[in-house]
T-cell receptor, first 115, second 115 residues
Framework: NAGVMQNPRHLVRRRGQEARLRCSPM?????VYWYRQLPEEGLKFMVY????????ESGMPKERFSAEFPKEGPSILRIQQVVRGDSAAYFC?????????????FGPGTRLTVL | DQQVKQNSPSLSVQEGRISILNCDYT??????FLWYKKYPAEGPTFLIS?????DKNEDGRFTVFLNKSAKHLSLHIVPSQPGDSAVYFC??????????????FGKGTLLTVNP
C-alpha cells in the first residue's frame, strides 16, 4: 500500500544544469499534481496532469519548466538551465480518477538546491 | 496577491489545552477548504475539510469552523497532544470544470504543543 513516491529526495545542481524530478502516484491514481514551496512560503500549484495529457499548467513558469506523465512510468518535472531561484521543495500529489480532485495525497517532496 | 492568509506564523499551546489555528481568504469563489498537517522532511497530510455549504465539520479531536461572511475559517484541536506539533496549512479551492483540483495554500502556522 505504497503512497506517493518521489525521487530523488534531495537534488543538488549547479546553475545551468538540468534537474529531473520523478513522481510515482499511488496505486490506482491517474491524476498527478505538482506544487512548489519556496522558503517561508506555502505550496503553490504548478501543473495538473493525467496520463499523457497536461490538463492545467497555469502555475508553471513560462520558460525552462516542463512536465509530463507518460502512459508508462512516473511523472517527470523537468527544469532546464536551473538558477538559484529554483531552489525549493517540489511536491507531487495524486488523486483517483473519480472524485472531485481535492482528495490529493502528497509525496515527501524533492528538495532542490541550486549552487 | 495572497488569497489564503495564515497570519500567525507560530502558536504554542500546553498539552491538554485547545489549539486554535486561523485562516482568512479573499477569493469568494472558493467553495472547499482543507487543513493539512506537515512534519519536517515529509509531505503534507490531509487532516480535515469543509464544504462552503457547511459551517462546521468535526472529526475526533479536530473541528473546522467556516464563517463565509467573514471569509474566515479556523481549526480547533482539543485536547492538544505533543504529537500534534507540526506546521498546519490552510488550503482552499474553487470548482473548475467540475473539479476542485487547484489548491491554494496559506504559508502555514507552526504549532508547538508543550508537555
Amino acid at each position: 500500500n505504497a503512497g506517493v513516491m518521489q525521487n530523488p529526495r534531495h537534488l543538488v545542481r549547479r546553475r545551468g544544469q538540468e534537474a529531473r524530478l520523478r513522481c510515482s502516484p499511488m496505486k490506482g491514481h491517474s491524476h498527478v499534481y505538482w506544487y512548489r514551496q519556496l522558503p517561508e512560503e506555502g505550496l503553490k500549484f504548478m501543473v495538473y496532469l493525467q496520463k499523457e495529457n497536461i490538463i492545467d499548467e497555469s502555475g508553471m513558469p513560462k520558460e525552462r519548466f516542463s512536465a509530463e506523465f507518460p502512459k508508462e512510468g512516473p511523472s517527470i518535472l523537468r527544469i532546464q538551465q536551473v538558477v538559484r531561484g529554483d531552489s525549493a521543495a517540489y511536491f507531487c500529489a495524486s488523486s483517483p480518477p473519480s472524485g472531485t480532485g481535492y482528495e490529493q495525497f502528497f509525496g515527501p517532496g524533492t528538495r532542490l538546491t541550486v549552487l | 496577491d495572497q488569497q489564503v492568509k495564515q497570519n500567525s506564523p507560530s502558536l504554542s499551546v500546553q498539552e491538554g489545552r485547545i489549539s486554535i489555528l486561523n485562516c482568512d481568504y479573499t477569493n469568494s469563489m472558493f467553495d472547499y477548504f482543507l487543513w493539512y498537517k506537515k512534519y519536517p522532511a515529509e509531505g503534507p497530510t490531509f487532516l480535515i475539510s469543509i464544504s462552503s455549504i457547511k459551517d462546521k465539520n468535526e472529526d475526533g479531536r479536530f473541528t473546522v469552523f467556516l464563517n463565509k461572511s467573514a471569509k474566515h475559517l479556523s481549526l480547533h484541536i482539543v485536547p492538544s497532544q505533543p504529537g500534534d506539533s507540526a506546521v498546519y496549512f490552510c488550503a482552499a479551492s474553487e470548482n473548475s470544470g467540475g473539479s476542485n483540483y487547484k489548491l491554494t495554500f496559506g504559508k502555514g502556522t507552526l504549532l508547538t504543543v508543550n508537555p
